[in-house]
């Protein structure tokens, strides 16, 4: 598949990831992005390893509505790639979507130089040939988050396109639009973030029974809850200290290369500006 600019489109970022039988199914969360799904734009908001993804995955198992994806990398900073892989998106699920918009990326060098006729563009596609409700969910937005061409762009297609569209945006930090205060005030943003995202002790118990086999207490899954305040990568951590012995569990870690310093060292720290890494 390409598009614009031919700019080649890999499939494995423009459709739904599988999900793996390992997803604990919260019914407390899709019950509230279900009602999100009223809205034109949601938020999912929560540092690494809450479970955004699967949750978000776990939704579009749940639905009936079309589900449109872009996993976004460190590449899709630029512009013009990201605006091929945001029509790619939503032409993978609608064939018949998308046309004018590419024709319109590919007339000009710069997107900033005709941002509103792309928006436009798009916006008048999504009327013309997609009837229905769907959602579009950005995940990783944190990746490109502070570009502001592509601020700009998400701000105004979230303006400009009809009701049936539902935009969910998931990232590490709260997702920072021009407009947002507004929008929060025309009641067209709902959201979810850390304090729903982390896992209860109920789900930690239902957690442990249904991957692991394993029943704890309720006194145990609230002791869990108060170490990680829920953190789901912090309680599969924790659970080799369960299952196993003290050394069981750090042979375990040994080989499988899994710690705790090495998450946070590769999904937070790497992640940061080289001035605040070495300060």
Known sequence: ???????????????????????????????????????????????????KTSLLIDLHHHSDLPFCWLSLDALDRDPQRFASYFIGAIEEKFPDFGKRASEILNSFTSISEGMESLVVALVNDIFDHIPQHFVLVLDDYHLISDVP???????????????????????????????LPLLVARNLVGGLDLSELAFRPDEIQALF????????????????????????TGLQLTRLGITHGMEERRRITRTAGVGLFDFLGQQVLDQQPEDVRFC
């Open 1 to 51: 598949m390409a598009t614009s600019n031919n700019i080649p489109i890999s499939r494995t970022k423009i459709v739904v990831p599988r999900r793996r039988e390992e997803i604990l199914t919260r019914t407390r969360l899709l019950e509230m992005m279900f009602e999100f799904l009223d809205k034109k734009l949601v938020l999912v908001s929560a540092p690494a390893g809450y479970g």
């Open 149 to 179: 061409v592509i601020q700009n762009f998400l701000n105004r297609f979230i303006q400009l396109v009809d009701e049936n569209c539902h935009l969910i945006v998931s990232s590490r930090a709260l997702t920072q639009l021009p407009d």
């Open 209 to 232: 029974v249904q991957n692991y086999n394993t029943f704890i207490s309720e006194e145990i899954a609230k002791e869990l809850f108060d170490e990680t305040e829920g953190w789901i």
